[in-house]
């Protein structure tokens, strides 16, 4: 029976959460309470079908006999419904699910220079600042461009090109968004959605400390590539949405 008695409770607890939620004044049936939260708090809508799905055995174990239940969640549900509530209460934040990570070069650095930082350590773009200020992205497509358009002047010193020569060529290097670091791990996949959407070919999210008008490098917590999806979903127990 413990595991109908923590079922029970787990769900009492979302149902209540949802209720405060939408200020609800009467008894609401949970389907229309989803609905409504939904238009209220964003992260409701991540769990949407999972919780339509739990109403559902709420109801089938609810109206029999407690001592003798027709059915009883699984060990799996449990976990999943307990889960959920911990989600509504103190979501996953981007500082808790990475770390601290940032590889800046600085707008005089040669793309020589560059190059060897992604050789070393494999990313793919890297934040770039100006007297401590963050001003762009130096991104591969960036680079691998300005090779491609330099090719006709048939002298292409990569020592003597410097980064921001090759930032104000490149159409990516001002294309990013902006989070803090306890923003949820919902926020970022609401907003790799939001990009993806908007049809932007680069889905970038530069994730800050604080929230700053004016970025310094010591702003910058960490960057997150849709490659970091996986580890997302991977924290939140969801399987990667095609």
């Known amino acids: 029976m413990t595991n ?15 209720k405060d939620l939408v200020d609800a004044k009467y008894n609401m049936a949970f ?32 109206h029999g006999d407690p001592n003798d239940p027709v059915a009883l969640p699984s060990e799996s549900t449990l976990e999943r419904i307990k889960f959920i509530e911990g989600q509504f209460t103190n979501p996953i934040k981007v500082k808790d699910a990475f770390k601290k990570s940032v590889n800046a070069v600085d707008a005089k650095d040669s793309l020589a220079e560059v190059l060897s930082e992604i050789d ?3 990313y793919s773009q890297f ?17 691998t461009n300005w090779l491609a358009s330099s090719v006709e002047d048939d002298i292409i010193s990569i020592n003597n090109t410097s980064v921001q020569d090759v930032i104000l060529r490149d159409e990516e290097s001002d294309s990013y968004s902006f989070l803090i670091s306890t923003d949820t791990l919902y926020d970022v996949i609401d907003k790799f959605e939001e990009i993806r959407k908007s049809g932007n070919r680069t889905a970038t999210i530069i994730v800050l400390n604080r929230k700053a008008s004016s970025v310094n490098i010591e702003d910058i917590y960490t960057i997150l590539t849709p490659w970091d999806l996986d580890t997302i979903y991977g924290k939140l127990g969801m399987g990667l949405e095609e």
């Open 120 to 122: 070393k350590y494999h």
């Open 4 to 18: 109908y008695n923590d079922f029970m409770s787990s769900f009492n607890k979302i149902e209540d959460f949802l």
């Open 127 to 143: 934040p770039v600042v100006k007297s401590g200020k963050f001003i762009g992205l130096i991104t591969e497509n960036g680079i």
């Open 31 to 62: 389907y229309k309470l989803l609905e409504e939260a939904m238009k209220r708090d964003k992260l409701v809508k991540q769990f949407y079908q999972e919780l339509r799905t739990m109403s559902d055995l709420r109801n089938i174990i609810a």
